[in-house]
């Protein structure tokens, strides 16, 4: 069973607090990280019949949503960042959601695909464990999940230029085998700093 006790009782929404810093520096943030998770993109675009509807889960400034439809696939973005979904609304549909209430927003089994870059880094176990479940239901069967976060450092508050962020980091054998208790075959598990895992929805 996990636990949430890393988090203290009364403190604001931990993930809210972790994602507002993004705002301020918006435009610097998607400059910096431009070049980066291509090779990975084209992975994921190729491993989907073309055109295939994909949610880009915590798109941030909604690079990889734009690389996508390069590939000829169809994007929808979410994410937290009221700044990001803004920049990325200029050119992807794009809308405003809390990953934790990501089942409610779209029905059962639309995506064929499910990208989570580096977008359940801010939540703790409980939400993490709670999201691949939900990534489940929004998944069609055999629809594919690509779902990175941080399997180096230490769990807890990281103090950053722009601000404190949450990260929660997770054993990489341990994160795939969640991957598939919430529903998915693993693919393939690629192990660095970020724990990368490729999955097939059963069913
Ligand atoms: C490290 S950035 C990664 C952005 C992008 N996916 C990339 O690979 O560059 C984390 C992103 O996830 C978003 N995010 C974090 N927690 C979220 C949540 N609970 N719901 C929606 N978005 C979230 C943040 O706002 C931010 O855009």
Known sequence: MKSRTTFRRGQSD?????????????????????????????????????????????CGPGRDLARF???????R?????????????????????????????FPAGTFDGIWASASLVHLDLVDAVDVLGQFAGLLRPGGRLYV???A???TGWLDEPDGRRWYTVWDPDEFAATVASAGF???????????????TRGG
Do not use: Q
């Open 77 to 105: 973005g979410v994410d937290l960042n009221s700044v990001f979904v803004a920049m990325v609304n200029a050119h992807a549909p794009t809308s405003e959601c809390d990953l934790r209430e990501v089942g409610s927003r």
């Open 148 to 150: 990175c976060l941080s």
């Open 69 to 75: 439809r390069k590939h000829g696939h169809v994007v």
């Open 152 to 154: 180096t450092g230490r």
């Open 185 to 199: 075959t693993i693919d393939s598990v690629d192990r660095g700093p970020y724990v990368e895992v490729w999955a």
């Open 14 to 58: 931990p993930v809210a607090e972790s994602v507002a810093p993004y705002s301020d520096h918006a435009d610097d943030y998607a400059a910096v990280h431009a070049p980066k998770m291509a090779d990975r993109v084209e992975r994921f675009a190729g491993s989907l019949p073309v055109p295939s509807l994909i949610l880009d889960a915590g």
